[in-house]
């Protein structure tokens, strides 16, 4: 089946610095993928759709200079959180869809705590 | 997306039928009914999806109204594994999660 990969599972990080995060779609092609956030006990929220050699489509009030998007190849987009702040602790979650098939796979997610 | 309805939390009996209920009056005609649950600290996971029909796979089964205002994701011997978050999501382009149920199986 299909399968995505996100890594690393979890970081811990600076306040100040960036930190990049892989999806790779695994054995497909994915031409779009889609970045969630999920703070604890909340559901989770939609903050952008990567777009293979494209820019990424942001969700209403998700800061674009902030949460860069790069979606360089078809099994491969990035999010990477600059300049992180105590704030941006979260669960970040990749997922793409698998061709031909109705579904949209999530990768396990990547714990992010700033400190 | 048109938003769904869902009761916030239901108990149910290990190797039960768990019914989970999910309105969704204002769907438009080609947004399908997706279903996914979320395992604590996990990716969600994808259970099944319709249009108008009914479907049922190894999972489960979804029951679609006529109307297509509202369905029931049937969990058909409930286990402990099943313990999770449900998500009830009317998609046409991208998956917007609302609150969900969480489902508690009890042994």
């Known amino acids: 089946g299909a399968v995505v990969s996100q890594h690393p599972s979890w970081v811990i990080c600076k306040s100040g610095t960036s930190v990049k995060i892989e999806c790779r779609s695994l054995?497909?092609?994915?031409?779009?993928m889609f970045w969630y956030r999920q703070f604890p006990k909340q559901s989770l929220m939609l903050m952008a759709t990567?777009?293979?050699?494209?820019?990424?489509?942001?969700e209403q009030g998700v800061e674009k200079d902030k949460f860069l998007i790069n979606h360089a190849s078809l099994t491969l987009s990035t999010l990477t959180v600059t300049s992180a702040h105590p704030e941006d602790s979260s669960f970040y979650i990749c997922?793409?869809?698998?061709?031909?098939?109705?579904?949209?796979?999530f990768g396990s997610g990547t714990r992010l705590t700033v400190v | 997306d048109a938003k769904t309805t869902q009761p916030p939390s239901m108990d149910c009996a290990e190797g039960r039928a768990a019914n989970l209920p999910c309105n969704h009056s204002t769907i438009s005609g080609n947004e399908y009914v997706y279903w996914y649950r979320q395992i604590h600290s996990q990716g969600p996971q994808y259970i099944i999806h319709g249009l108008k029909n009914n479907e049922t796979n190894e999972m489960a089964s979804l029951i679609i109204t006529e109307d297509r205002k509202s369905s029931t994701l049937i969990l058909p011997h409930a286990t402990l594994r099943d313990t999770a978050v449900y998500y009830c999501i009317a998609y046409d382009y991208k998956l917007s999660f609302g609150a969900g149920t969480t489902v508690t199986v009890r042994a």
């Open positions: 997922s793409a869809k698998f061709p031909g098939q109705g579904s949209y796979t």
């Open positions: 054995d497909f092609q994915a031409t779009t």
């Open positions: 990567s777009n293979e050699g494209s820019k990424a489509t942001y």
